[in-house]
């Protein structure tokens, strides 16, 4: 199959990015400053991430539609607020994750930002629920471009007015240059920002833009990291089709409404692990010392008896050390507690720790 | 001191009477990227001509350290270890890895010199 490129390919290119195949997809693994430096210049300034490889998903219909969304995603779809964004997964009848998403209430209907990977599969699912009766759009002809990072509040609302206005978790359309944008306050860096739903024609010359006001392109790479800091779940990696929310310890993303009656596709697990609590769950670890434990790395407890496996682990550069995530059985899951890593052989000692590992700085109220 | 040597894994070796110098080469750090953790063989350890001898991790991966040649270690860098970042800095000077006292010195005469190492880096990266 051959690979594919984003409307902001030629620009990647001449911005010396390295590219990597990620989800069929050609993209930028870090440009010429090297993934310590974006890091670091999206905490401390901005960074533009191209994620035009994610899906946007647009269903539209009235409020049957909200009545067949609640049938599947674990949300109160009802009481949610036009233009509200919620966290949120695509699950089988076992709570096994398909996907993590966003789905937003537009008005018309719902956009849901779904996982490169997982989009054509999620589409295929979600067609399958909910029949013929709502249109549903896997949009290829708009680009998504995420601005994170303290200063990109200012420079997104220089070219764009009004999006300073927005709270964390909501978006609305916006004109800017002649044509419709929906912007949302969102992001996956642990860090203030916004992600742009624009046409593929415009996107080129609107990161222009950003980038003349003073924000860098950031490639995947540092979007790991800044994403790991943040203590927050890549699919592929913390979630997949064999765990389940409750065990991702992501009990917060699921609405306290439908737990009562459930009704939705996997309740009836979500609901007696939320009772019984989950075997494994997912906790922050951080090595003593500078040692990386990667994905895979197996977990013991002192008495040489397997207990977890890691399943992201890098250098946080703004942790300035080592840091990773990974399941463990209930028992070992207390913040403090200790732990051993099997890297290349050797046990090494490291210790269960709060999520994040990098304190967010999300805006809350701006209104 | 001789003349500098090269390896296909990317090391560079240079030696002193019967005492090599090694480290890995500026093309490999920006292969690597960022490197974040720097791990060597202990001292007073003995290591084989194309054995593992060390491992460097960059932000996104870990990689092996070979040694271009045989020998005992006699001393290790501890300040690439406490401070890997300098080992993007300056990897073909202060950023060494380890010496070895050469058991047998022939060993280095199927390593590339300069001209050699550039062109097969060249053709390797593309």
């Known amino acids: ?42 905490r401390s300034h901005s960074g533009i991430f191209d994620v035009s490889h994610m899906g946007q998903l647009f269903i539209y219909g009235d409020e049957s539609l909200t009545e067949e969304l609640e049938k599947i995603f674990p949300l109160d779809l009802k009481n949610l607020k036009q233009n509200c964004s919620k966290y949120s997964f695509l699950m089988n009848e076992d709570a096994g994750i398909y996907d993590d998403l966003i789905i937003t209430k537009i008005e018309e209907g719902y956009l849901i930002i779904l996982n490169a990977a997982c989009k054509d599969k999620d589409f295929e699912i979600l067609s399958n629920l909910l029949g013929s009766k709502f249109k549903m759009n896997l949009d290829k002809n708009r680009s998504l471009i995420a601005i994170q990072g303290p200063k990109s509040v200012e420079i997104l609302n220089s070219i764009i007015n009004g999006v300073d206005q927005l709270n964390f978790m909501t978006g609305n359309w916006f004109d800017s240059d002649n044509q419709k944008l929906f912007v949302t306050r969102s992001g996956y860096t642990g860090e203030d920002g916004f992600e742009i739903s624009i046409s593929n024609d415009k996107a080129e010359k609107f990161v222009e833009n950003l980038i003349e006001k003073g924000a860098q392109l950031i490639g995947l790479g540092a979007r790991d990291t800044l994403r790991l800091e943040a203590g927050l779940c890549l699919y592929g990696h913390e979630l997949d089709i064999n765990k389940t929310p409750v065990e991702a310890n992501l009990r917060w993303a699921i609405s306290k409404s439908r737990l009562s009656n459930g009704g939705f596709i996997g309740s009836k697990k979500i609901m007696n692990q939320m009772q019984d609590g989950a075997s494994q769950i997912r906790v922050g670890i951080k090595p003593e010392g500078r040692l990386i434990a990667r994905e895979k790395t197996k977990i013991f407890d002192d008495t040489d008896t397997q207990i977890g496996e890691i399943t992201s682990g890098t250098f946080g550069p703004s942790v300035n050390g080592p840091i990773a995530m990974g399941y463990v059985n209930k028992e070992f899951s207390k913040v403090d507690t200790k732990i051993l890593l099997e890297v290349r052989g050797k046990k090494h000692p490291a210790n ?16 | 001191m001789s003349e500098v040597k090269f390896s296909k894994e990317h090391e560079w070796i240079t030696l002193e009477g019967d005492v090599a110098t090694i480290g890995i080469t500026k093309h490999a750090t920006e292969m690597l990227g960022d490197i974040v953790f720097a791990e060597l063989p202990e001292k007073g350890s003995n290591v084989e001509k194309d054995g593992t001898a060390g491992v460097v991790e960059s932000t996104k991966a870990a990689s092996d350290v070979y040694t271009p040649v045989s020998g005992e270690v006699v001393d290790t860098n501890q300040a690439i270890v406490d401070d890997p970042s300098k080992i993007n800095e300056d990897p073909e000077g202060s950023a060494w890895f380890f010496k070895l006292k050469m058991k047998d010195q022939s060993e280095m005469d199927s390593l590339m010199n300069k001209e050699e190492y550039d062109k097969f880096a060249k053709e390797s990266a593309s």
């Not at chain 1, 990098?358 to 701006?366: A, H």
């Open chain 1, 1 to 42: 199959m051959e690979i594919k490129k984003t409307s902001l390919n030629k620009l990647h290119q001449s911005n010396n990015a390295k590219f990597v195949e990620f989800a069929g997809y050609e993209m930028p693994i870090q440009y010429s400053k090297g993934i310590i430096e974006e890091h670091k210049f999206t």
């Open chain 1, 352 to 367: 269960v720790c709060a999520l994040p590992f990098y304190k967010k700085n999300y805006v809350k109220g701006v209104n």
